[in-house]
Each structure stands twice: as C-alpha cells, then as structure tokens.
C-alpha cells in the first residue's frame, strides 16, 4: 500500500474516533485553520483575529445553543501537505465547523477530511473555481468570488480601460495563481486581447530576469501575473530595474498592504483586483473600529471577508438549532444573514449571493478602488 494512501486511512480513522467528541464538550468548538506563519501569515492572521472578535460578541449574549464558543486555532502555513494534518487534528479536537483554509491548495487539501466528517468549511479567500464547482466538496463555502469572477474583471479592465490588445501572463504554477492565469488568458480572447506570453514562475526565486527578458522581447502591452505577493514585488522591482514600462495587473493575492511594504517605491502604480469595497456599511465600520481598539491596528488583508465567514457560520449554527453538519449546511444556503460585505447567503454550490470583485491601484502608497 502506498504511503499516500496508509496516510489517509490513518486520517479517516482518527475521523472516526473522533467524530463524537463535539457532541460532548462542554462548549461549541470552531477551528480556524489558515496561514498563520510563514510568508503568506498577513493573509491567514486577520482571519483569526475576525473569528476571535465575532466568538466574542456572540459569547457575551450567551454564546450558541446555550454553549460558549472556543476556538481551535491551527496554522497550516499555507502548504497543502500540512493543511492535512491540520484539518485531521482539529476534526479529533472535535470542532463542528471550519473557518478557513485560507490558500485555494492548502483548502482543497483539506476539504476531502472534513467532508468525511460531515463538518462545513467556509474561507474568506480560497478563490479557485473547482472547490465549488467540481461538486466534489458540498461541504464548502466561501465569502469572495471565484477566480474565474475576478480573472472576468482584470481581463475586462486591461482591454477596456487600459485598451490592451496584446498581454505577457505569468503565474506561481499553483492552483490559485494558475488557475487565475487560465481564466484570464480565456477571458481576453474572448475580448480580442492575445495573449503574447504565457509562463510559469518559480515560488520563491530571487532572479526573474529571465522570464522578463522573454517578457520584454515580446509587445505586450500589459503583464497579469497570477500569485501572491512575495514573487510579485519582486517581479515589479526588476521590471522596473530592466525598464519594462508596461502595467502590472494581479490578483487578490497581491492586494494586500505587505506587496506594498515590501515592494516599496516599486508597487506605486500596481493594479490588483480584491473584494468590493463595502467601508460604507456600519457593519463594516464596527468590525474595523472593533479590531483597532482590541489589536492596535487597522485590520490585514480578508479580514472583512473573514469576519463575514465567521458571522454567517456562528448564525448558521444558531439558526439551524443543530452543531450537526447538514443542519448547518442547510442553514448556510437558505438563510440570509447581515455582514460587513452587506446582506448575503450561499448558493447550492457553497458560492457567496451578492459578494463580488473590484481593480484597485497603488496611488501614494495605499491601495485605491477604481
């Protein structure tokens, strides 16, 4: 037998041993589970300082079912081969529901062992289009659009607003990043926009000269990069170092205020597409107030995503009366709750009704919505 395959018996079984054990704890345990070391923490640490804070208000007015939220914290460091462990550890903690993953491969690593545990999953940020349109995972739902929405709304605004006839696409080979870069390349042939250069990227390389070479030999008139943001500020650094002049479009993965850190001079001008600005809801308001007076600081990236997950899963447990998976599954899809992002629900795939993306540009040093 193969060792992949002794692994995941020895996951199903732990399953099984402890399946039972949420039934029986003394409080109602939540894991959030997501990037909370490593390059990638300032995407997965705003997330667990959105479940404290929402387990917080819903443990002073008594909790749910009559029981005190606890959350069970594990850092899977964005990596597919720990959110395994990850997800088999707190499934024997006991926990009746997930928030998290936060990267679309450590999530999909993840979701076959809570959907054999009958536990719902929800993640702020997990964007690639299979986890709920495969089918495979009916246990997963998400508060941001899928990539293939948001790679519509870059491709759409490289070839209408920057009038792009021919682009250089580039992309980490991961499922997140690929997958962005496989559906914007779609989308702008489907708008009259060539794709001049399509190419995979090395996570974690210091030199990219030689793809930006390749990049500048060609006439592309834009570059979309599929990724997160430590291979984009380097990408931005040295395609400024070798004077290639021409826009840089990204994805959510680069819409966070570390690109801009650690890019410095070099982000100003930068396009990302991120989560439509809803700062006008009180909502929102109350949930950026509350994490500067409880952390000292204004909140990182998917943290009103993630606050919105957390909201609708605690109200989903509360409105279903249940901690059993299918109770609270169904209530995720037919009930309406009211969050940061505005008023929304899930459809039958697990995909948020009503949450959508937007471009925004590095103008000064700060992310801007256009």
């Not at 409080?27 to 923490?41: E, F, M, N, Q």
């Not at 997140?176 to 042939?189: I, R, S, T, V």
């Not at 959510?252 to 570390?258: A, E, F, S």
């Not at 007076?293 to 279903?320: H, V």
Request: with cysteine.
């Amino acid at each position: 037998m193969k060792k992949s395959v002794l692994v995941l018996v020895a996951m199903a079984l732990t399953v099984s041993l402890f399946i039972g054990c949420a039934k029986d704890s003394g409080t109602i345990k939540i894991a959030v589970v997501g990037a909370h070391s490593g390059d990638l923490a300032s995407y997965g640490l705003p997330t667990v300082k959105a479940a404290e804070l929402v387990a917080e208000e819903w443990n002073k007015k008594g909790g749910l079912l009559g029981k005190q939220i606890e959350l069970v914290i594990e850092d899977d460091a964005c990596k597919p081969e720990v959110a395994a462990n990850s997800a088999a550890k707190v499934v024997g903690d006991g926990v009746v529901a997930v928030i998290g993953h936060i990267c679309s491969g450590a999530t999909k690593s993840a979701l076959g062992i809570y959907n054999e545990a009958g536990i719902p999953a929800i993640s702020p940020s997990a964007t690639n289009p299979p986890l709920t349109q495969s089918g495979n995972y009916p246990n997963f739902f998400r508060t941001i659009a899928p990539d293939d929405a948001q790679a519509y709304t870059d491709s759409k605004f490289v070839a209408e607003v920057l009038g792009a006839k021919k682009v250089a696409i580039l992309h980490d080979k991961q499922d997140y990043g690929k997958g962005f870069a496989d559906f914007c390349m779609a989308a702008l042939e489907e708008m009259g926009v060539e794709t001049v250069l399509y190419e995979g990227i090395t996570v974690g390389g210091i030199d990219y000269s030689s793809v930006l070479t390749k990049v500048a030999n060609t006439d592309a008139e834009a570059l979309i990069f599929g990724g997160y943001h430590p291979e984009a500020s380097k990408l931005v650094q040295q395609m400024t170092q070798r004077g290639i002049s021409i826009p840089f479009v990204s994805d959510d993965g680069v819409k966070d205020d570390t690109f801009i850190q650690v890019a410095g001079e070099f982000a100003e001008g930068v396009y990302a597409s991120g989560p439509m600005d809803t700062s006008d809801n009180p909502m929102y308001k109350k949930a950026v107030q509350d994490h500067i007076d409880a952390y000292s600081e204004d909140p990182g990236a998917f943290f009103i995503n993630a606050y919105a997950a957390a909201t609708a899963m605690m109200n989903a447990i509360d409105k279903a009366g249940s901690t059993e998976g299918d109770a609270i599954m169904s209530a995720l899809r037919s009930e309406y709750v009211e969050t940061p992002l505005g008023s929304i629900s899930f459809d039958e795939k697990g995909d948020a009704i009503g949450v959508g993306f937007a471009v925004y540009q590095v103008q000064n040093g700060v992310y801007v919505e256009l």
